[in-house]
């Protein structure tokens, strides 16, 4: 009987989330919310499960431990985040996201750099490399650049009081647009091609369930 739920219901949100295809609509909503809450859920209880219990069971057994005095910091700066959420001690959360976005602005800068342009650089300086042609290396490395230089927001208002960037980086800012544009698109058309494959496996499976709840 719990299969059966399960399975009928399954098949009535794969057909609410799939009914996008006709337009924006009441029944896609509905499971965008369902899906939103579920996950939402699933996150709330396995944080609590795997981070906040386990930390305040290890400062309950030994709070004068070094684990423990450790945990002091992240709990202090959490609960400065918590407190943004009433509006008379929203400052006191400032700080904490202050160094929230830093830290995470800095994780993103070196991830950019150690995981895309420095590997790129140590493969177009590697000799022994036949994947990629000189030129292609330097085609590849000057696209990298223009596409990072595209989410550099430094610049100043010109006479009309209108933000421009200035002058050097708005030609390597458009090919960096442009890079991002084709990428966007062969995303997009990965996602839909995938998303109709996904469409027909669930067809096929339900359909293949059907038939054995029947025979």
Partial sequence: MNDTL?????????????????????AYRLA??????????????????????PIFA???????????????????LAMLLILQRLPRFA????????LLVGVGAAIALVGAITGTLLPQILVFGDAGNTSLSPIQGIVTAVLTVCTLLTFHFTGKKNEQGEWVRPFWQRGFVQIGQAVLMITFGALFAGLLSTSLVLLTERVGYYFAQFMLMLQ
């Fill in 6 to 26: 399960g399975l009928v219901i399954g098949f009535i949100l794969t057909l609410l989330i799939y009914s996008y295809v006709i337009g924006d609509n009441p």
């Fill in 32 to 53: 965008v919310h369902i899906l939103v809450g579920v996950s939402a859920a699933y996150a709330a209880v396995l944080v609590l499960r795997q981070a906040i219990l």
């Fill in 58 to 76: 290890q400062l309950a057994a030994n709070p004068l431990s070094i684990n423990s005095l450790l945990w002091l910091a992240p709990i202090l």
């Fill in 91 to 98: 400052w006191l959360g400032d700080n904490a996201t202050a």
